[in-house]
């Protein structure tokens, strides 16, 4: 049972530091603006959004599952790095994955930044995770760079 990777590299006009700040600690508020389609609450369970805080996604009804939950197991707001772990909620079942560890990393250039996520799938004992059912999140990003583009003050 070997972990399945899969990476997505980014470039995007928007400054990374303003990435960063809306796809990691301020996830659970923007994701609520730029897809309520798929949301219905993000809320935080334990912490004070920081390293080790937990927060829990509920999906909108129309969404295949109902929830995940997740911690925040690093955020390097310097060197716009992030990870965190999903480690409860129906959605993981449908990849058949115990775990997925998300790592996302922006760095400035002269035009905007360039980043990357990785998801790393970690297979239930005795299961493959179903590589034809993975990806990333490319139109979470896409989603987000154009609320940050249409709003330039926000986490300027």
Known sequence: MS???VRQDYTSKVKAHRLFTALVPERHV???KVLPQNFKSIEIVQGDGGVGTIKRTNFSDDFPYRYMVYRIDEMDKENLYGKCTYFEGDG???YGAETMVYEIKFEETNQ?????EI????????????????????NLFNKVEEYLLANP???A
């Open 3 to 5: 972990v399945y990777s």
């Open 30 to 32: 923007v994701l609520l």
């Open 92 to 94: 993981l079942d449908k």
């Open 112 to 116: 905007g930044s360039r980043g990357y």
């Open 119 to 138: 998801i790393h799938y970690h297979p239930k004992p005795g299961c493959e995770v179903k590589k034809d059912q993975v990806g990333v999140a490319i």
């Open 153 to 155: 003050d926000i986490y």
